[in-house]
């Protein structure tokens, strides 16, 4: 799967690939989810080390409020089902009109660095976010590679459910310790 991975980056091609059983489909589904998770963790703790090392502060975040002032349905609603539907509607559903030209390759990457870096919104605005916003956006420009990925193998519909499942897992332990009235810090 990672050498997949690495030939795919070095020229993403748009190439649907229609001839692999379910089975296979979910194989590399749950693989590419596996892989987008454990990239996402490593990425994290980089940031947050160079956060704390620096003495950086980067604010409140987004989810912050969500937590705050929603409730854990309304927040799994909206992280797990609608963020991930139009977020692949918008960032990878636009990719296929791009599919038979000698510049997919760039449109790709384009697509997918905006994804990543629309995400800087989750964050308050300063000097600070600014300039470490390619290390605060990282994981989500490492998943929206593998969004892009799986969007152009197998389909947007694969590329939304690896969204929504990747939120999913992300979003519910923290939704749980809400609802018991565990301290996140």
């Not at 384009?110 to 308050?124: C, D, K, P, Q, V």
């Not at 990747?166 to 018991?180: D, E, G, K, R, S």
């Amino acid at each position: 799967m990672l050498e997949e991975l690495l030939l795919f980056a070095k020229n993403p091609v748009y190439k649907q690939d229609i001839t692999t059983p379910f089975s296979n489909k979910l194989r590399t589904f749950f693989k590419l989810l596996i892989i987008a998770l454990s990239t996402s963790i490593v990425l994290l703790l980089i940031a947050s080390v160079v956060e704390n090392s620096l003495q950086l502060e980067m604010g409140k975040h987004a989810m912050d409020d969500l937590f705050e002032n929603y409730s854990p349905l309304l927040i799994f609603f909206l992280a797990v089902i609608i963020a991930p539907f139009f977020e692949e509607l918008l960032f990878r559903g636009p990719l296929v009109f791009f599919k038979n030209y000698n510049y997919f390759k760039i449109v790709f990457y384009a697509f997918t660095i905006a994804f990543g870096f629309m995400h800087i919104s989750n964050f308050e605005m300063s000097t600070q976010v600014v300039l470490f916003s390619p290390l605060l956006v990282a994981p989500q420009i490492g998943v929206g590679f593998l969004l892009g990925f799986i969007r152009i193998k197998f389909g947007l519909v694969w590329s939304m459910a690896l969204h929504a499942c990747y939120n999913m897992v992300l979003i519910v332990p923290v939704l749980i310790m809400q609802i018991l009235d565990i301290p996140i810090e």
